[in-house]
């Protein structure tokens, strides 16, 4: 799975966040204070606007804090009717219909079909709810204000906030149900769309020449039948009791064999097993190795646009050096189980459907003993999966291999671990013991400069054998597989993605309707839904870093028709001018953004999708990220819905 932003600890995030957010508030506060300054002021004067706005903020104080949950509850449950008189049930009758036709448009012969479903059920859901949210908020208040209905409701003892509160609780709640029972349809199609299984007759399999001893079966090979456009590859061990299927479409079943009492074999194959998965992966840090033999931070770039990989080249010094730390026999007990994802790039095809073939060592970081573990040939598109067992024998001989770097300051090569630290009595053993001889209980590595002691290390070094070929990869590229997490309990925390991106249309939502018409209220929320899914390319905007520059310039380029990639070919002052318009426009644009919301980040349909758990600090910052925005387009809310002219 592609990981191109890494997951802080959620401790290590925390203090970063609050700041950020109360430096953020605080600024909001203070242009809107200067603003309503600003304003009354023109009309009564600087000193009565001050404390005319002093005791607006202390009665907006007052007034957020001290709702009454009795009166909150009360029009929460009547927006929920509300909803419910919209025939808001007609939302979920439409999903039913979804996923009742999906299998019709999906493509049975996919080599990800697991993916395919998942990624397909996460999306409908997603812009269904979401529709569904923007229109009952974006029609809700306005329409209660056209109608006059709501004059029933505050010319009782209910308070602003209350009212604003209600309405968004009330939302909530009925996109909470309807979620809820999207996410168990959404579940059981899945799983129940994937379920399938094969026969194996004993006259599907051929037998395997060789020798084998007398009155044992010998091997046999074959293929299962058809079921869902594919079929799986068998080896049947001597001796007839042991059968393993080839992985196929990201997944495999497990074969029982049975001795009838006529003294016939029959095959029974199982479910599919290692489709629906939660992986619980551990990550190293990735470090590269150049053809020099030199520690560098990046490998080599062939020529691809996108830059999260980097390559080694074959046949040289070049390799990737992932450092792996908590490495102990309690949580391994029995070896490490790798999974590897690595692009390969061709110099040169050959026979294409050739594989090139690479190898995987581990070092002891500490003493500096690696050893070759295994020679393997790639998996282009795809996954690989690797073990390391706890008892190793040697294939070839063991060597002491310091890694070199360069120190910056005097810019001379330095050797860890020094020779006196290096372990050169294993390079005469055969046997190793993984926990032994290659985690160090502990060592000190240097991350972003400073130095870090770590414990229960171990290095494993992934070179490419073949010269002229490449290997590409990132740092989630290869982990060590921990355990796995409920495959169910990862679908539905996925779920509680699409649950936050809901609530935050629904403030939204809410917020307009308090000043806007339905339908500018209606376009406002939708803008805000689509600024939030693109929101890297509305910070790439404003802060310049597009390619081609920004709109002044862009349409320069267009009616010249020049590159993006090279200079204008303009006088200075053009080039001042439409720089000045540029710089306006991004400004606002970078303002903008930092006032929606990253709604895209809130989408873990990839973990889900991918087999991977998502990990619990993601929830809890996404879920305190999501507050974060709450609380202040709450307090906007409450202030426009104060100021609007309606009868007490």
């Not at 003993?369 to 998996?379: G, H, I, N, P, Y």
């Not at 993605?497 to 376009?523: D, R």
């Amino acid at each position: 799975m592609v990981v191109e932003r890494e997951i802080p600890e959620f401790l290590a995030w925390l203090p970063g966040a609050i700041g950020m957010w109360s430096l953020s508030v605080g600024i909001l506060l203070a242009v809107a204070f200067f603003m309503g300054m600003l304003w009354t002021g023109l009309r009564v004067g600087p000193r009565n606007a001050f404390w005319r706005m002093w005791h607006l903020f202390k009665q907006t104080f007052v007034d957020i804090f001290s709702v009454s949950p009795k009166r909150v509850t009360a029009l929460a449950l009547l927006t929920f009717k509300e909803a419910i008189r919209r025939k808001i049930v007609i939302g979920f009758i439409v999903f039913i219909l979804i996923v009742l036709f999906a299998g019709m448009f999906l493509d049975p012969t996919s080599r990800h079909p697991a993916q395919l479903y998942i990624r397909f059920i996460f999306s409908a859901t997603n812009y269904l709810t979401l529709l569904l949210v923007l229109l009952l908020t974006a029609f809700s208040l306005p329409g209660d204000i056209q109608r006059k209905t709501i004059h029933t409701i505050v010319t009782k003892p209910v308070k602003i906030s209350e009212i604003v509160l209600g309405r968004v609780l009330g939302f909530v709640l009925m996109g909470t149900i309807l979620l809820v029972a999207m996410g168990v349809v959404s579940y059981g199609f899945v799983v129940r769309s994937q379920t399938h299984t094969h026969t194996l007759l004993l006259e599907d399999l051929q037998t395997i020449p060789g020798n084998y001893e007398e009155g044992v079966q010998p091997a046999k090979e074959g293929k299962t039948s058809l079921s869902r456009e594919h079929r799986h590859d068998v080896f049947l061990e001597p001796g007839g009791k042991v059968a393993h299927l080839e992985p196929r479409n990201d997944h495999t079943h497990q074969v029982q064999v049975q001795t009838m009492p006529d003294g016939q074999t029959r095959y029974i194959v199982g479910p599919p097993v290692e489709m629906f998965t939660a992986r619980v992966p551990l990550y190293g840090r990735l470090r590269f190795r150049d053809v020099m033999g030199l520690e560098a931070t990046k490998g080599v770039n062939v020529g691809d646009e996108w830059e999260y990989r980097s390559f080694i080249a074959g046949r040289s010094k070049a390799a990737f050096i992932w450092l792996f730390e908590g490495i102990t026999p309690e949580k391994f007990p029995d070896g490490l189980p790798l999974e590897m994802t690595l692009e390969v790039f061709r110099t040169y095809k050959g026979k294409i459907d050739r594989r090139i073939l690479g190898s995987i060592l581990i070092r002891n970081p500490e003493t500096g003993l690696m050893l070759e573990q295994q020679v393997f040939e790639s998996v282009e598109n795809g996954t690989a999966h690797y073990f390391i067992p706890r008892k190793i024998r040697a294939m070839s001989r063991a060597t002491v291999t310091p890694v070199l770097s360069t120190n910056p300051r005097d810019g001379k090569v330095v050797a860890y671990p020094p020779e006196e630290k290096r372990d050169f009595g294993g390079e005469g053993k055969s046997e190793f013991d993984l926990f032994e001889d290659f985690v160090a209980p502990g060592s000190v590595t240097y991350i972003d400069g400073v130095e870090r002691p770590m414990k229960n290390t171990l290095e494993i070094w992934v070179r490419c054998l073949e010269p002229g070929q490449y290997f590409g990869a990132a740092n989630s590229d290869l982990y060590i597989r921990s355990q796995d997490a409920p495959f169910a309990w990862n679908f539905f925390k996925g779920y509680a993605g699409i649950w936050l991106q809901m609530v935050l249309v629904v403030v939204y939502g809410v917020l307009f309707s308090t000043f806007l018409s339905t339908p500018v209220a209606l376009l406002a929320t939708l803008f805000v839904m689509l600024g939030g899914f693109f929101h890297p390319f509305l910070m790439s905007l404003g802060t310049g870093t597009i390619l081609g520059g920004g709109p002044f310039e862009a349409a320069i380029r267009v009616f010249t028709q020049e590159n993006l990639t090279i200079e204008l070919d303009m006088n200075a002052v053009e080039i001042i001018i439409a720089g000045m318009f540029d710089s306006v426009f991004q400004g606002f644009i970078w303002l903008l953004a930092h006032l929606l919301p990253m709604l895209e980040n809130y989408d873990a349909s990839n973990f889900v999708a991918g087999g991977f758990n998502i990990p619990l600090r993601l929830v809890m910052m996404n879920f305190l990220s999501v507050l974060g925005f709450v609380f202040p387009v709450y307090i906007v809310s409450y202030l426009f819905l104060k100021t609007r002219e309606m009868e007490r």
